[in-house]
């Protein structure tokens, strides 16, 4: 996760074209209607890559439920519960979190699983391999 304490287009991109290249490409990037999202020179970047950008309507947070719910939780676990005197610090204090949400925190979506897990679980199931082994 990218911390800054303001983020313009070409910010999402330099931190989209890392997590595209390791993950690989969506058909579609949903996000909100903030300047940083729909600013010309990324959904250029976005059209030129063949990604389709979704924009929720303008007032309506729950048409992104799973994102807000992420925020909402980093908000309250993270962010409201320090005081950082830097943004390395608090990239820190974030990386350490986003760490424990992805790979030991259950999630009730999730049957109680981390998402980490889940996710070794259904590629196990897609290509019949056995986790570790």
Do not use: C
């Amino acid at each position: 996760m990218t911390v800054r304490p303001k983020m313009n287009a070409n910010d999402v991109l330099d931190t989209l074209h890392p997590l595209l290249m390791k993950h690989g490409k969506p058909e579609f990037i949903r996000s909100d209607n903030g300047p940083e999202f729909i600013a010309g020179a990324l959904q250029d970047w976005l059209k030129k890559v063949h990604i389709q950008p979704m924009q929720i309507y303008p007032g309506s947070p729950w048409e992104n439920g799973y994102n807000e719910r992420f925020n909402g939780t980093l908000r309250r676990e993270v962010l409201n519960a320090e005081w950082f005197h830097s943004t390395r610090q608090a990239q820190v204090a974030i990386n350490v979190w986003l760490r424990q949400y992805n790979r030991i925190r259950p999630h009730h979506a999730l049957n109680m699983r981390p998402p980490v897990l889940e996710t070794l679980l259904e590629k196990t199931k897609i290509t019949g391999t056995e986790i570790g082994g």
